[in-house]
């Protein structure tokens, strides 16, 4: 059976969903007590991301809903490497389940650490 940890702060549909989905997997690397805040901001990411979505199909051409998209994206990234989420962050944290990085993805998490 899965345990189930209540997050420390509200979350969407998407966070919620996401949120259960990160617990569920029992990395070895997260712990609730050290990692709930972390984990509840990086789901609350993916609400927000829902919610721009809902911007950008009611009007395509929005230039700020697609800026935002993108920084949404840039910082989902950050924290999917920050929490070992990614190929490239379980192996910076020495997973055993983390898989090759290739020279796209190492480029894509150095520009990613350069802009935050």
Not at 2 to 20: E, N, V, Y
Not at 65 to 83: G, K, P, Q, V
């Amino acid at each position: 059976m899965t345990p189930t940890f209540t997050p420390p702060r509200p979350l969407g549909p998407a966070g919620t969903a996401l949120w259960d989905r990160i617990w569920s997997t029992r990395k070895p690397w997260l712990t609730f007590t050290n990692d709930a805040d972390q984990v509840a901001n990086y789901c609350a990411l993916h609400d927000e991301v829902v919610a721009v979505e809902a911007l950008l199909d009611a009007d395509p051409q929005d230039w700020r809903s697609r800026n935002a998209r993108r920084m949404l994206d840039s910082s989902i990234e950050r924290y999917a490497t920050a929490l070992g989420l990614n190929p490239l962050g379980r192996k910076r944290l020495g997973a055993k389940d983390s898989a090759p990085v290739g020279k796209l993805e190492q480029l894509r998490a150095a520009r990613s650490t350069k802009a935050g």
